[in-house]
């Protein structure tokens, strides 16, 4: 069993910063990707950005020059530097992690989500 804790959400005025973490601990034989969702209030989870273990990235149009994903393999920890935030910002944030189980396959987890709020 993996367990993803989220932290770093929070209230921030429209033009500043944040940045989330998310640490994975539990059994874990492999973690391959990693990544980022939101979900808008009213809307549905959408990607926003994500990583390979060789730290190839994908990011949502709307996050491109913005966000930037990266991550600590030796701490099974992604991260999600968020700059110029705007109010279309304002979601639950969700990490998730693309896990090998020795026997039992691929298996993906998911974080408990952490509020981001973009006032304006």
């Known amino acids: 069993q993996v367990q993803l804790v989220e932290s770093g959400g929070g209230l921030v005025q429209a033009g500043g910063s944040l940045r989330l973490s998310c640490a994975a601990s539990?059994?874990?034989?492999?973690?391959?990707?990693m990544g980022w969702y939101r979900q808008p209030p009213g809307k549905q989870r959408e990607l926003v950005a994500a990583?390979?273990?060789?730290?190839?990235?994908n990011y949502a149009d709307s996050v491109k020059g913005r966000f930037t994903i990266s991550r600590d393999n030796a701490k099974n920890t992604v991260y999600l530097q968020m700059n110029s935030l705007k109010p279309e910002d304002t979601a639950v944030y969700y990490c998730?992690?693309?896990?090998?189980?020795?026997?039992?396959?691929?298996?993906?987890?998911w974080g408990q989500g952490t509020q981001v709020t973009v006032s304006s």
């Open positions: 998730n992690a693309d896990t090998y189980r020795p026997l039992r396959g691929p298996y993906t987890y």
């Open positions: 539990g059994i874990i034989f492999r973690i391959n990707a």
């Open positions: 990583i390979t273990t060789d730290g190839s990235t």
